[in-house]
């Protein structure tokens, strides 16, 4: 059980155009969502909580038009990165919760390379 | 502010030796202290957590308030261990650079 799982595994794009990833919880229902960012060789980066149905929280220096986060329902999370520039390359996790377990189920990961 | 430190990038043991992955941080209120793993091509997982004091695939992790740390230990390792490793702090996880862990036959 709690399975959270991210789409794509991998995506390359051009510099200027948008990308969005999934992040869903397969087998439970996500109350909060986290965003992360992980560049090579370093450690996982907050850069977001979600909660369904309300606006995510952003960390400082976080950019929240650039890093649009939507959790519309309580098994999925989209994380769109806005015209997206070669400096955005990066590895993209997601985690997930449910109410009442502070335990964080994390999906497997997203690499974006921008060209 | 709060910060995990984990001041060892690699750790390179035989099998049956004793393992030890340092973990320290900084937090002003009550930290719940947390260590995640992350095995090769696998995502990161939760490994165990101070407040549940249980012990994981032998692995155990005190925390030490004076010391400000949350040490995971391992008497003797076995080469399945071989992973990456991350200490984390509080619910909004604050992590650690991590660690690998290499066990060698």
């Known amino acids: 059980g709690a399975v959270v799982s991210q789409h794509p595994s991998w995506v390359i794009c051009k510099s200027g155009t948008s990308v969005k990833i999934e992040c869903r919880s397969l087998d439970f229902q996500a109350t909060t969502m986290f965003w992360y960012r992980q560049f090579p060789k370093q450690s996982l980066m907050l850069m977001a909580t979600?909660?369904?149905?309300?606006?995510?929280?952003?960390e400082q220096g976080v950019e929240k038009d650039k890093f649009l986060i939507n959790h519309a329902s309580l098994t999925l999370s989209t994380l769109t990165v806005t015209s997206a520039h070669p400096e955005d390359s990066s590895f993209y996790i997601c985690s997930a919760e449910t109410s009442g377990v502070e335990t964080q189920y994390f999906g497997p990961g997203t690499r974006l390379l921008v060209l | 502010a709060q910060r995990v430190t984990q001041p060892e990038k690699l750790l390179s043991v035989f099998k049956g030796a004793p393992v030890e992955l340092k973990c320290n941080y900084s937090?002003?209120?009550?930290?719940?202290l947390f260590w995640y793993v992350q095995y090769s091509r696998q995502r990161l997982q939760l490994l165990l957590r101070?407040?549940s004091r249980e012990s994981i695939k032998g692995f155990t992790a005190d925390l030490n308030k004076g010391e400000t740390s949350f040490h995971l230990k391992k008497p003797f390792a076995q080469e399945e261990d071989s992973a990456m490793y991350y200490c984390a702090l509080n619910s909004k996880l604050t992590f650690g650079k991590g660690i690998t862990l290499s066990v060698r036959p």
């Open positions: 979600s909660n369904e149905g309300s606006k995510a929280t952003y």
């Open positions: 937090y002003s209120g009550s930290p719940e």
């Open positions: 101070h407040i």
